[in-house]
């Protein structure tokens, strides 16, 4: 079993950034890829950000040139500077890792959420 802890969600204003972390532990053998996902009131959850362990990323439309992914990968942990924010970007973001175990193989993972809001 593997536990995603988030944290850096906030309140900002429009134009201003913050930085989301999110540290995986537990049973690791492999982290194969981690990111992010956000979901606003009434909308679906959507991706915004992932990264592979090789490096590999993939972004929202929304999000490209304004986030970016990052990760540590013997903390197995994963960064999201998000830059010139927006009131779109306001959402709960929720922390993903596909994580390998040598009991289970590879299952995906979820943190908490934590909240950003962006205010006009």
């Known amino acids: 079993q593997a536990q995603l802890v988030a944290s850096g969600g906030g309140l900002v204003q429009a134009g201003g950034s913050l930085r989301l972390s999110c540290a995986a532990s537990?049973?690791?053998?492999?982290?194969?890829?981690m990111g992010w996902y956000r979901q606003a009131p009434g909308r679906q959850r959507e991706l915004v950000a992932t990264i592979t362990s090789g490096g590999s990323t993939n972004y929202a439309d929304s999000v490209k040139g304004r986030f970016t992914i990052s990760r540590d990968n013997a903390k197995n942990t994963v960064y999201l500077p998000m830059n010139s924010l927006k009131p779109e970007d306001t959402a709960v973001y929720y922390c993903?890792?596909?994580?390998?175990?040598?009991?289970?193989?590879?299952?995906?993972?979820w943190g908490q959420g934590t909240q950003v809001t962006v205010s006009s």
């Open positions: 993903w890792a596909s994580i390998y175990g040598l009991q289970y193989g590879s299952r995906d993972y």
């Open positions: 537990g049973s690791i053998f492999r982290t194969n890829a």
